[in-house]
């Protein structure tokens, strides 16, 4: 495969495992960092410089021992008691991820169409437990269409949200689990995305990952460009985008009619990808572990994922992704160490 092609798959790939829908609504930003006034601003562009880093560092760990799967890259850098239960916790954050971006589906519907939020729940649900029906293939698919247009879109209606908007306003506030310390906010926002990173480089050819390397680099500068215009355009609308749901539907609907519909439809599918992408990544970690047939246990895994929803996206983004943000500094720092170690025995 040619170099360049490799490197630029490489680097959506990675930004796709990151600009999920929590990230496209606005909602993380809005959580994370667009509260904490121009301080949200360098914390969101220090996400990217360490997406990019952290992502080099586990490139270069499972390039050197040829690993396969993220089970073997966390008893490689956890040991195999502790790897095992951080692999148990990453199971249960990806069923989490189904029941957020199940309830992010709801509130889009909600909110652009009016539909009752249960309603979009279950219509919601049932095009999730569909798309798994069919398998792998109509799993994936849709990715490689799915993350540029996300770029597109999403860039496009920050830059115009900002063009409208003249006036700066930095008002600064607070998360309840994470307060008023954006570096604390900083530390959670990529220890936790860095989880879902670290599946999808441990898939990954060792071979293709050595030879297109450089793409998890572009991928994280890209994730700190695309994060500081989005943060910026949220700033300069508060306090009325605090009030909804999706804030980037919220701008997208203040600038045109089509416009929010485009950014309906990228959000839409969005989620239910994601959720369609953990709901099919949770049975094929569990399936072995159950005696009972696979389109059932789908089921099962779908129906008993609903509940969570009840929570509400906003609740959900808000109070889940920081707590798992803190399991998930175990892994950043275990891998910060394991690369120290690497580096120190190349030196010696």
């Known amino acids: ?36 006034d121009y301080k949200g601003l360098i914390g969101v562009l220090l996400s990217g410089v360490l997406f990019a880093v952290m992502g080099y560092m586990i490139s270069t760990i499972v390039i050197k021992n040829r690993i396969k799967g993220y089970q073997k890259l966390l008893s490689k850098i956890l040991g195999k008691k502790i790897g095992f239960i951080v692999d148990l916790w990453i199971t249960i954050s990806i069923f989490m991820g189904l029941g957020i971006m199940l309830a992010g589906c709801a509130a889009v519907l909600q909110e652009k169409l009016f539909l009752n939020y249960y309603v979009g729940l279950i219509l919601s649900s049932a095009i999730v437990l569909i798309a798994i029906l069919k398998g792998e293939k109509g799993v994936l698919g849709i990715n490689t269409f799915l993350i540029p247009l996300l770029i597109i879109v999403t860039i496009l209606v920050s830059g115009l949200s900002i063009g409208m908007k003249h006036q700066e306003v930095f008002i600064a506030g607070s998360n309840p689990l994470i307060g008023k310390n954006w570096l604390l906010a900083l530390a959670l926002y990529v220890s936790y995305n860095m989880v879902t990173s670290l599946v999808i480089l441990t898939s990954i050819d060792y071979l293709k990952l050595k030879n297109g390397i450089v793409g998890i680099l572009l991928g994280g500068a890209l994730l700190g460009i695309i994060g500081i215009i989005m943060v910026y355009a949220i700033q300069l609308y508060r306090p009325q985008v605090l009030m909804v749901e999706i804030p980037m539907l919220y701008l997208a609907e203040s600038l045109s009619f089509r416009l929010s519909w485009m950014y309906t439809l990228a959000m839409l599918i969005a989620m239910l990808t994601t959720a369609v992408a953990n709901a099919f990544g949770l049975i094929t970690r ?60 190349v030196r010696s």
């Not at 360049?4 to 930004?15: M, R, S």
């Not at 895994?301 to 509940?307: D, G």
């Not at 906003?314 to 275990?334: D, K, N, S």
């Open 286 to 345: 569990i399936e072995p572990l159950f005696k009972i047939n696979k389109n059932i246990l789908s089921l099962l895994v779908v129906v008993l994922a609903i509940p969570i929803s009840f929570l509400g996206f906003g609740r959900l983004i808000g109070h889940f992704y920081p707590v798992f943000g803190y399991v998930g500094v175990l892994i950043v720092i275990a891998i910060i160490i394991k690369q120290v170690k690497i580096s120190w025995r």
């Open 1 to 36: 495969m040619d170099r360049k092609k490799l490197v630029f798959q490489l680097a959506v790939t990675y930004v796709g495992a990151i600009v999920g829908a929590g990230f496209a609504s606005g909602q993380e930003l809005m959580q994370f960092f667009a509260i904490f």
